[in-house]
C-alpha cells in the first residue's frame, strides 16, 4: 500500500488545498493531510478549528484522513509508516524554501522523500496569506476557499476579530 | 483620459519610487499615488508624514496627485475610476509576490490591470528597507532618496529615535 | 492619443498573444501588433502567413492594426511616434531575458518606455514554441491557439511539412 | 498497481539518472525509463546504444523496464496506462521549462500527473551536457555517469569520433 | 597582503559557515570572521557565545580571526582595511537579497567590492535558521554543525530554553 | 602571489567585460584573461581579432595578460599555477549556469575556485549577444563597448559581413 502525507499550516485551507489532496487521493492509496500544531505562530483558526475544516472538506474522499502532529515531520512519517510527503509547486512560491526543507528532510530521514505536484495554472495565485490579506481588507474571497471556510472567515469578520 | 494609481507604503520614499513616478506621468494623463494607511506595520514615518514627503516631491508634475486608502486597492481604483495599477519591477525584487499580487487583484476586480515598469539600472538596488536599514546604521542615504527625505531621516536620527 | 506596440514573432499566434492584445486594446487608444520579419531563424509560418493570422484575429478590434518591421524595435517606435512597447510576463518564461531587452531598448531610445503585463494565469504555459513541438507530435492544440491557427497549423501537418 | 513513467532523453544516462532511477524504483510497484526517439537533435549515441546503456544500468531493479517511445509522452503514458511522469528537479535546473512542461501536458491529458523529485544535493549539477561537454575537452567524467557509461564515452573519444 | 572580511550572524555556526572559512583561508592572507552585533533580532545564542563558539572552531587555521563589528560594515572594512567582504552562495538562498546588499556596499564604499563563493553542493541546504528549527522540533543536527556547537544547542535545549 | 583566470569568449569585449577585469586587477596581483579557443560557435570575431582586442584595451593595466586556451579551464589553472576563477555575476544572467560549471569545475579540481563579482548596476544588462544583435540591427552600440570594440564592430558592418 502506497501512504503519503500532506503537510500544512492550513490556515485557512485554500482551494488549492483542495485541489492537491483531490489529485493525491488518486495517486496514492492512503493521503494524511498532517496539520503541524505548531507551523505557525499566531494563527487566525485555532488548530482545532483547522482540523475540523479539513476533515469536512475531505469527508468526501474516501482514503483521506486529517491528523495533527508536533515536532519533526520525518518523526511521524516514521510513526505512521509513510515513505512520501507530498508538496505542492507554485512557479509563483517560495521553491527554494521547499528544497530546502525537502533536502534538510531527506538528510534526517533518508527513508522518506518528497515530492512535488504542480499547483493547477489556475489556482496558482492563492495561498492561506492572501486569503487572509483579503479578507481582511473586506475583499470577496469565495472564489480562492472552499464555502465553508468562506462562511468561517464571514463569521470571524463579523464578529469583530482582528485578522 | 488613461489614469494610473501607484501604490505603495513609501516609508520613505526613495529615488527608485520618484523615476518610477516621473516616467508615469509622462505615460498616463492622470497619475495617483497611492498610500496604503496600513500597508505595513509599525513604519518608521507616519502616513501623515509619508504623504506630505511624497507630496513636496511630486508637486512639480502636473499631473500627480497623492492620496491615503484603506482597504483593497481594487476597491480604491473602482471608486477612483482608474483602470491600471503601476508597479515598478525590479531584477532585484520579490518579482513572484508581485506577480500573486496582480493575479490576486485581477481575480478580484477583471477591470483593473496591473502593469509593470522595469527600475532604472542605476536604481535597481534601491527600496525603502534599505534606505532604512542603513540610516539606522549611520550610514550616508544622500544618493538614495530626495533631499527632502534625507533632511527628515537626518532629523530622526539626531532626536534618537529608534528606527 | 496614447499608442503601444506590441512586438513579437507570433510563429504562430496563441490564445496568449490575442489574450494580451485584448487586454491592451482596452488600455491604449491604439495598438500596434509588430510583427518583426528577422526575428527567428527557420520559421514555421512565413512572415506573411503570419501577418494574415494575426490580422484575421484582430479584426474584431476597432485599434489594432498589424505591421511587419525591420530593424531595431526603437526605431519601428521612433518612426511610429509610439511610447510604450508591450511586453506579455509570465511566471513561466524567460524574466530576465525580457528585464534585459527592455533595459536595453530604453538605453537605445529613453524617449520608449516597455511595460509588462502579466499573463492570465491559465494562459501562463501557453507559448509559440509549445505549440509547434505539439503540433509537431500529432497532438491537439485546439485549447491553445485560435481557430483559425489551429486549421492552418492541421493542413500544414497533413500537407507533410515537417514543423 | 502504481506505476511510473521517467522520460528523458539520456545522452548519456548520468549519476543523477541513475540515483532517481534508485529511488523511483522504491516508490512505485514499476517504473518504466521512457527514452524519446526524437527528444534531442544529434545525439552522442544512438537510441539503440543509449537503450543498452539503461537496460545494463537498470537490470539490477527487479521493477524498472526502458522503453523508446515516438510522439507525445501523455499518449505514451495512456497506452502504458501510467499515470504518473516523474521528473527530476534540480535547483540548479530549467525548473520553469519543467513547469511549463507538466501544465501542458496536464492540458493534453488530465488523467495524467506529473511529480517532481528533488535531486540529490551532491548530484545537482550534474547533467547529460556537462558530461558531454567534459569529456569532449579530455576530462575526468568518472564521477559523474556510472562505470560502463565512462567506457563508452572513452571508446568513442578514442575513435577520434566528434562528440 | 590580500584580507577579506567574511560576514554574519553565525546563529549558530554551521558547517557551511565553517566550509567557507576554511577555503577563505586558503585564498586570502587573511581572514576577519565579522559578527554583527545588531544583525538579527532575538538570537539563540548571545553575540559572546557566538564568538567563542567561532573562535573554537576558527582556532585551526593561522589566518582567520574573529571581531564583533557594530554599525556598517563598510565602515568596519575601512577601519580594518580590508577590501573585500566574502558571502558565501547558495543556489538554494535569498539570491537577490545577496545582490541588493553588495550593490548597496559598492555604492556606500567603492573601495570594497563583495566576491561570492558558491557554496559546496553538499551544504547548500544547510543555513542557521533551518538548524535551529530542527533543534526546536528536537531533531539530530550533528551532520549540520561542528560538535562544540551541537553540543552547546543540546545544553540549551535540556536546560528548557525556548529556542 | 594571488592570481586569477577570468575566462570567457568574449565576441565581443563589453564595457562589462572591462569593468570587471578593471576590478580584478585591483584585488589580484596577476589577472590572466582567458579566451576559450572552442568556447563558442560560429564566433562573430576570429580568436585573434578578439585577442588582439583585449590586449589593446588591458594594456593600461600592469597585471592583466590575455591568453588563449585549449581544453577544460582547470587544466588551465592547474597549469598556470591559478588557484582562482573569476566570473561576473549579472542579477539578470544565466546564474544557474554559473553555479552549475562552478560546481563541476570544483568536482574536476577542488584546488580551485570560482569566486563572483557582482556586476555593476548600469553594465547589468550589457552582454556581447546583445551588442552583436543591436549591431547586425544597425543601433549604436558605443555606450556598451570600448571605443576600438565599436570601430571594429564598424568596419565589419560596412565590410557587408553579416553578423
Redesign the interface.
Known amino acids: 500500500m502506497?501512504s503519503a502525507v500532506y503537510p500544512g499550516s492550513f490556515d485557512p485551507p485554500t482551494n488549492g488545498h483542495m485541489d492537491l489532496i483531490a489529485?493525491a487521493s488518486?495517486?496514492?492509496d492512503k493521503v494524511v493531510v498532517a496539520l503541524g500544531r505548531n507551523s505557525i505562530k499566531n494563527p487566525l483558526f485555532s488548530v482545532e478549528d483547522r482540523r475540523r475544516m479539513l476533515e469536512e472538506e475531505c469527508a468526501r474522499f474516501g482514503n483521506v484522513s486529517v491528523e495533527v502532529f508536533d515536532?519533526?515531520l520525518?518523526?511521524f512519517c516514521r510513526a505512521q509508516r509513510i515513505?512520501?510527503i507530498l508538496r505542492g509547486?507554485r512557479?509563483?512560491?517560495?521553491?527554494?524554501k521547499e528544497?530546502?526543507?525537502?533536502?534538510?528532510n531527506?538528510?534526517?530521514e533518508p527513508g522518506v522523500?518528497?515530492?512535488?505536484?504542480?499547483t493547477?495554472?489556475?489556482l496558482?495565485?492563492v495561498?492561506s496569506s492572501?486569503v487572509r490579506e483579503?479578507a481582511r481588507?473586506?475583499?470577496?474571497v469565495s472564489?480562492?476557499v472552499p464555502d465553508s471556510v468562506a462562511r468561517k472567515l464571514a463569521a470571524r469578520l463579523s464578529a469583530g476579530v482582528d485578522i
Chains 1, 2, 3, 4, 5, 6 share one sequence.
Do not use: H, K, N, W
Open positions: 502506497r489529485r488518486r495517486l496514492y515536532g519533526l520525518v518523526d515513505e512520501v509547486m512557479a509563483i512560491s517560495d521553491f527554494e528544497f530546502q526543507m525537502a533536502l534538510t531527506r538528510t534526517l522523500e518528497t515530492v512535488f505536484l504542480p493547477s495554472a489556475d496558482m495565485f495561498s492572501i483579503i481588507l473586506g475583499g470577496d472564489r480562492l
